[in-house]
């Protein structure tokens, strides 16, 4: 009996692993399929276990997979995966409702619920979103919905729900439990259970050190020096390399670095003067500004500028997903049109386009102050730059380098103005996509404040017109 129940688990995870493969088309026919094998094969091995006081099993059990919209199914799937891990889980450790108590050997899968949960200090809420957007999201490509992480919204506990339950049932489902490990970590009661807990749970654990943080001991964590430091772009690939194993993610290296690198660089520049250049020049054994000269001044001028660059890139790309997504929902629409759909379908299709948009306003969100920051080093600089020659020859390449920016910025203005016009006259068809559209309209207009300041300091501090 418990070597069979062993075995019927581990079929369960791999058929739910197989619909995890095949669910980022999910109006495939073998998409559809596998959905419907992983749910009915598990609802009759649920059944023998749990009874309807079980609220898990009432949630898991009450959906209604009789559409044949594929997007409705993948909708169904969002709404009971957590209460299948906790099912699983319970079967596993012996908590099961009816027949009395199941004994099992212990199961480890690496694909058990392919789920990540995030121990933080809500202290540290501002990096470790920049870590779950710029690493998990977008550089590893991993769906937002497999990650558990309380200070966001999306991922988090819904308005309503038992917060200790949900840290505990997470936890138990994950399959890796990054602990964020800082100052805040070490003094919060919360955190530190939460790394016990996963600790007891046998789960894989992973220590990120965060900036400015010491090696000494933390609770059951000995050795600190052996953690993932979030500044060091090597122990980061590394990583990425547990994600690969223990998630089965394919992760597409191109996308990987760039994320990887410009996150990193944001790390890097998180020392306690806040800026890496500034903690620099604060250093009683660096020069003081007014001891530095062209080459130093002209070296900072490059790097912001480089900076700049590579902020207007992500923020490219992204607007760029974004329309991609767009264009094929809006396809999708059409086609749906035709054969007068019901208002589930058409829902399904919304709220992926609002993934998409909070997707791109989290982008904006994160960079906008982010360019301004570099945008304005950029132009000082070049302005100190100035002021150390004689020649104007010799400082006409830096003020090229700041006018051409200065008309790919007037650019980009009209068009992210035109871009906001066309999401605030979208109408509103869902809750979570008028959520969202609000949100990428907000993220927008800070842009456009953005764009509009540096064209301003520009103008004011080098002359260009």
Request: aromatic share 8%.
């Amino acid at each position: 009996m418990e070597q069979d129940l062993s075995s019927v688990i581990k079929n369960l995870k791999d058929l739910k692993a197989e619909y995890d493969r095949l669910s980022a088309q999910p109006l495939s026919h073998d998409a559809m399929e596998a959905y419907r094998c992983w749910y009915e094969q598990s609802f009759v091995l649920f059944g023998r276990f749990f009874e309807n006081d079980c609220k898990e099993f009432v949630n898991f059990s009450s959906v209604d997979n009789t559409s044949t919209n594929g997007y409705v199914l993948k909708e169904n799937y969002d709404k009971i995966r957590k209460d299948f891990c906790v099912l699983v889980d319970r079967l596993e450790y012996g908590e099961a409702y009816k027949g009395g108590p199941v004994s099992l050997p212990a199961v480890t899968s690496s694909g058990s619920g392919k789920r990540v949960f995030i121990s933080h200090s809500s202290e540290d809420q501002d990096l470790v979103n920049r870590f779950v957007d710029s690493i998990l999201l977008l550089g590893m490509n991993i769906d937002a919905s497999l990650i558990a992480y309380t200070s966001r919204e999306d991922m988090g506990v819904a308005p309503g729900e038992n917060i200790p339950k949900y840290i505990r049932d997470n936890i138990a489902c994950a399959d890796i439990v990054l602990l964020m490990i800082s100052d805040n970590y070490k003094t919060s009661e919360v955190c530190l259970n939460e790394m016990g807990a996963a600790w007891a749970l046998n789960r894989t654990i992973v220590q990120i050190l965060l900036p400015n943080t010491s090696f000494d001991k933390l609770g059951w964590l000995c050795s600190l020096d052996k953690s993932v430091k979030i500044s060091d772009s090597n122990a980061i690939d590394g990583l990425c390399e547990v994600f690969e194993k223990k998630l089965d993610v394919r992760v597409k290296l191109s996308s990987w670095n760039r994320y990887k690198e410009d996150f990193v660089k944001s790390c890097q520049a998180q020392t306690p003067a806040e800026m890496t250049l500034v903690a620099v020049l604060s250093d009683p054994l660096q020069p003081q500004d007014d001891e530095l000269g062209l080459l130093d001044y002209r070296e900072r001028f490059d790097y912001a500028n480089k900076m700049v660059n590579d902020i207007c890139g992500c923020i490219t790309k992204g607007l760029n997903d974004s329309n991609a997504v767009i264009s094929r929902n809006a396809k999708q629409l059409q086609t749906l049109n035709a054969h007068n759909p019901s208002a589930s379908q058409i829902k399904a299709i919304m709220r992926h386009s609002a993934k998409s948009m909070n997707d791109l306003a989290e982008i904006v969100e994160l960079n906008a102050p982010l360019l301004k920051e570099h945008f304005y080093d950029m132009v000082d600089y070049a302005v100190k730059v100035r002021s150390c020659v004689t020649h104007k020859e010799d400082v006409e390449s830096g003020f090229d380098i700041v006018k051409d920016l200065l008309v790919s910025i007037s650019g980009a203005k009209e068009s992210m103005i035109d871009l906001r016009n066309e999401v605030e006259q979208q109408p509103n068809m869902e809750a979570m996509q008028n959520k969202a559209k609000k949100r990428l309209y907000n993220a927008q207009t800070v842009l456009i404040d953005v764009l509009d300041s540096c064209q301003s300091k520009a103008k004011d501090l080098v002359g260009v017109v």
